[in-house]
């Protein structure tokens, strides 16, 4: 089965263009270093929950936005040797022009085994 790692951040509404640039520009990178697949999402749903939710996790700010992302690995394996390539690779190096786009401290992130991965 495929390796995920997920992640949860806030993204200040007025820079979705940008955010959506540099998520592009991102997922090449990690797909020319084997993952499967990138998947980059805009909060459009997301509710206030009773004890915990998104934008609480995340520390939500007024005109901010949650994002929620994956990427898909063949592996763990190909995943880890994925990461050092990827923390290596000049083309992931932010610009200054990318430096405002997200407060990266509250972004939330782990690496997932999958236990079921059912499609139609």
Not at 105 to 119: E, K
Request: proline residues 4%; contains cysteine.
């Amino acid at each position: 089965m495929s390796y995920v790692d997920g992640f949860v951040l806030a993204v200040p509404a007025a820079n979705k263009e940008r955010f959506r640039a540099m998520a592009q520009r991102v997922a090449e990178v990690f797909t020319d270093h084997g993952a499967i697949r990138v998947s980059e999402n805009w909060g459009d749903d997301v509710p206030v929950g009773e004890q915990t939710w998104f934008a609480r996790a995340v520390n939500l700010q007024d005109g901010e936005t949650v994002c929620f992302s994956w990427v898909e690995w063949p592996s763990k394996a190909a995943r880890d040797e994925g990461n050092a390539a990827i923390a290596a690779d000049p083309r992931l190096q932010p610009g200054a022009d990318e430096a405002d786009i997200m407060d990266s401290r509250r972004m939330i992130y782990g690496g997932f085994a999958s236990l079921v991965d059912h499609r139609s």
